[in-house]
């Protein structure tokens, strides 16, 4: 503890020896980590030269529906976020909040088409990890591991290689004191089977991992959401501490208590995507009552403002009250009474008009006016051997303490063997044991690798978690796919070995031990072959029960054709036959078992006094196999199937972040065409005006 210390006083001391000169870059000879920290305090002390000012002038996002029609979401948005504030953006359920939190985080969907400016220190810029932060309502942890367990290997995975491990511990330590996580961070995370942390502390370990990397703009969606009042409040109140260090800080959220509501410096209000209010949260009451609408004095303010643009309240209302409609005091006096669409309607006209609108515009001109710093881009610092080695390391570590994923398995494996290896006991070479022998091999390569997609929920898990982390590109997702690969390595070999073996000694298979080896490793390499089809489905199909159901069915019609259900040679052809069991692993596992069990042993035949029938004679004219091809082809294509398998994976997973969104902003902006008739009038605003435009919004290649 003492050296921990000794060192944060160091870098203290290195921090103010190493104070910016004239353009505010970093000097020379810090240590890594007193480069990582300087950068926090000169964003407090030179807000001017590394601070995040973003700016949005008329901001509107259009969707494309499925039926072809457009729908404005935003329309015409102004305003701007600043070092050291938090900006609350309010209104009522579909609104437009966390699509406007979207547009400016870059994250809009394929559908949704942008136009209007977001400039982030006055350039267009792309934002990207490190520079900005977003943390999702989903809290996408690793259940299994501790607070701080998660914090340092998302510390490893993404900082520099050669900051020292020290320093790293000590920059999650001071992480989880300024999350107020140090009560819980030897707690573990928590899922469906071990009790963990409590919602309000996964949201603040989501915004802990986010913060790790000292962002400069922070973008949180309902960060309160799910929570109770008091933990909103402490998750707030630290979003407000995060702003106070210099950051930039907007947040979504819906309904907000007094006592949270009053720590947001800036309100962005929205009703049906247009501004109802920008400006100063704590002048919105002001607002409010020159508009006409003054807020009671006991009433909540936000439960005010939002009462007073929710259309919805009306419906809720009336419904209530038979077909009384909710009317509320526009003024004081309680006769003039309006609806909320009218007060709606009356609160964007009022802001349109008003002095706040003119000032937010005046100041957007003003900040995007000054050029400042280009933020630093790009994504982990990590190497690609430290991010390869530390998910092999953290996915073997959750896998060990996963009980679903490994040991629940390895114990079904045993009984299911365990069963196979008593009704097939002894089977002997007996005229019947062919057959037997058979039946025995298709259950083991089919069922007994089918229960593999049992893994599948833990792979979403880990596909959740990878998609939160944003690792680098090409070399992340290779990173990713090694990681799984790697770690499932030495869970899978003892399962299959220990169930293989079982099953192998119990039902008397062919004696020897390149038998058994074989028999064995075909077992190991079938069990593998799913889990990666499981691994390439869960990286397109995030959803458990579908996920599970499409992997079920791939195997079923793979086991098909594998050549037990329907001879080789009876397999229709030419799609069933080729290439469909030449696809199916349960085909080439098959071939090589029967020859490693049949070749090389005489069986009985029908009747004792006709002659014994040699294994290769059962395997030509029974089984339908090429005898000359060696076993050990069987299981080489099966070995470079795991490969195959895993580089679909890696392909998919490019695809899915790459190719998709692109084909769906095609596909959306062709049918908004078409459903337009390219008439100019009846295209949402500004995507027509200009050529360079469009391509920017519409293609999003050059998102912010
Ligand atoms: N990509 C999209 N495609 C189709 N409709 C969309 C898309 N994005 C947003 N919308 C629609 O825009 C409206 C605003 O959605 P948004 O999620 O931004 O609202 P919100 O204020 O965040 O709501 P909530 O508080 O319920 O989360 C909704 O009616 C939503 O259905």
């Known amino acids: 503890m003492s050296d921990m210390r000794n060192s944060a006083n160091q870098v203290m001391m290195e921090i103010e020896a190493g104070k910016p000169q004239g353009n505010g870059m970093v000097a020379g000879g810090l240590s890594p980590l007193s480069e990582f920290l300087w950068r926090e305090k000169a964003e407090t002390e030179f807000l001017g030269d590394v601070s995040a000012k973003l700016t949005w002038k008329d901001l509107t996002v259009t969707v494309s529906l499925p039926n072809g029609e457009a729908q404005k979401v935003l329309e015409g948005l102004t305003g701007y976020a ?24 870059s994250r809009l969907a394929a559908n949704a088409f942008l136009s209007g400016s977001i400039l982030l220190n006055g350039r267009k810029t792309k934002l990207s990890f490190g520079t900005a932060a977003y943390v999702t309502q989903d809290d996408n942890l690793i259940g299994t591991l501790t607070v701080r367990e998660t914090i340092l290997y998302s510390a490893r995975l993404r900082l520099p290689d050669k900051m020292p491990w020290s320093e790293k511990q000590e920059l999650v330590e001071s992480t989880i004191v300024e999350m107020g996580l140090q009560d819980c961070a030897d707690t573990v995370v928590g899922n469906w089977h071990l009790r963990g942390i409590s919602g309000g502390e996964k949201r603040r370990v989501s915004i802990a991992l986010e913060i790790l990397m000292r962002p400069r703009l922070l973008f949180l969606d309902e960060p309160t ?4 009042s008091a933990s909103a409040f402490f998750v707030t109140q630290t979003l407000r501490s995060l702003s106070r260090g210099g950051r930039t800080v ?45 807020c009671p004095a006991l009433r909540n303010p936000s439960d005010h403002f ?17 077909s009384m409609k909710l009317r509320f005091a526009r003024t004081d006096d309680p006769l003039e009474k309006i609806t909320t669409a009218e007060a709606i309607r009356t609160l964007i006209n009022y802001y349109n008009t008003c002095q706040y609108n003119y000032s937010a515009r005046e100041r957007v001109e003003e900040i995007s ?77 089919g069922f007994v690798t089918f229960m593999s997609i049992g893994g599948f929920p833990s792979f979403v898990e880990d596909m959740k978690v990878f998609q939160r982390e944003r690792l680098n590109g090409h070399y992340g997702v290779a990173a990713f796919v090694i990681g799984n690969t790697l770690s499932a390595l030495p869970f899978l070999i003892l399962i299959t070995f220990i169930s293989g073996t079982i099953c192998y000694f119990m039902v008397h298979l062919h004696p020897g031990f390149m038998h058994y080896l074989f028999f064995v490793l075909c077992l190991y390499a079938s069990v593998t072959v799913v889990e990666s089809l499981m691994m390439a489905i869960a990286s397109v199909i995030p959803n458990f029960l579908m996920g599970i159901i499409i992997g079920a069915g791939i195997q079923g019609i793979f086991m098909l054709v594998s050549g037990y259900f329907r001879l080789p040679n009876d397999i229709p052809k030419p799609f069933w036959r080729y290439p469909m069991s030449y696809i199916s692993f349960h085909f ?84 908004l065409q078409q459903k337009t008739n390219g008439n100019p009038r009846a295209m949402p605003d500004r995507l027509t005006q200009s050529p360079s435009l469009r391509s920017y919004t519409v293609n999003q290649a050059d998102r912010l």
Request: with cysteine; glycine share 8%; charged share 20%.
């Open 588 to 671: 080439w596992a098959l071939q090589g078992q029967y020859q490693n069990d049949l070749k090389g042993l005489l069986f009985d035949n029908q009747s004792p006094d006709l002659p014994k029938i040699p294994g290769e004679y059962i395997l030509e004219n029974v089984f339908q196999i090429d005898v000359k091809r060696s076993k050990w082809i069987d299981l080489s294509v099966l070995f470079s199937m795991i490969i195959i398998y895993r580089v679909i994976f890696f392909i998919l997973i490019k695809v899915n972040e790459d190719v998709t969104p692109w084909v769906r902003g095609y596909i959306a902006r062709r049918r």
């Open 306 to 322: 939002l009462r007073c643009i929710n259309s919805d309240f009306d419906k809720v209302k009336a419904t209530m009250k038979g």
């Open 369 to 445: 006016k000054v050029k400042g710093t280009v933020l630093d881009s790009g994504g982990s610092q990590a190497s690609f051997l430290m991010q390869a080695f530390m998910l092999t390391k953290r996915s073997f570590v959750n896998m060990s303490r996963d009980f679903g994923y490994y040991w629940l398995r390895l114990v079904i494996y045993i009984v299911v063997t365990v069963c196979i290896g008593t009704i097939y006991l002894d089977v002997g070479t007996g005229y019947n044991s062919i057959l037997a022998r058979g039946s025995c091999a298709s259950f083991v390569f």
């Open 250 to 294: 907007i947040c979504s959220i819906h309904q907000p208590s007094s006592e949270v509501f009053e720590l947001f410096d800036r309100l962005y209000l929205l009703s049906g995507g247009k501004t109802v209010y920008f400006g100063q949260a704590s002048d919105a009451y002001e607002f409010f009552a020159q508009a006409g609408f003054p």
């Open 82 to 105: 600043v070092p050291g504030t938090l900006t609350a953006l309010m209104g009522p359920s579909g609104s437009g909040k966390s699509t406007l939190l979207d547009a400016l985080s």
């Open 225 to 228: 959401s799910g929570l109770d």
